[in-house]
Nanobody, 126 residues
Framework: QVQLVESGGGSVQAGGSLRLSCAAS????????MGWFRQAPGKEREGVAV????????WYADSVKGRFAISQDNDKNTLYLQMNSLKPEDTAMYYC???????????????????WGQGTQVTVSS
């Protein structure tokens, strides 16, 4: 059973930066899509950024392109999300998620993600 534990959320002013981390354990497949998703109050959960663990290809939501960067440290089994130029509309609960590699999972489709962390809150004030 894959377990995902997020850390690094917090409160920041608009224009600031945060880095989220996700420690993974129990992975058994040779390749996963691992990524970050977010859910704001009253809104549906949405994909933010996803990386393929076997080749490093990435996908980003249009709303975060050029501001967020996803990366992985395979030695530490840890996923990161560097968030720069944060905006109030980035405020949400951020979740780490993983799934055996598939086209739609690696394109940030929520329903194709199999494993989820507990979430970490990111709040951006104006």
């Amino acid at each position: 059973q894959v377990q995902l534990v997020e850390s690094g959320g917090g409160s920041v002013q608009a224009g600031g930066s945060l880095r989220l981390s996700c420690a993974a354990s129990g992975t058994t497949y040779s390749s996963y899509c691992m990524g970050w998703f977010r859910q704001a109050p009253g809104k549906e959960r949405e994909g933010v950024a996803v990386i393929s663990t076997d080749g490093g290809s990435t996908w980003y939501a249009d709303s975060v392109k050029g501001r967020f960067a996803i990366s992985q440290d395979n030695d530490k089994n840890t996923l990161y999300l560097q968030m720069n130029s944060l905006k109030p509309e980035d405020t949400a609960m951020y979740y780490c998620a993983a799934a055996p590699r598939s086209f739609l999972a690696c394109r940030g489709v929520v329903t194709f993600m199999r494993y989820w962390g507990q979430g970490t809150q990111v709040t951006v004030s104006s």
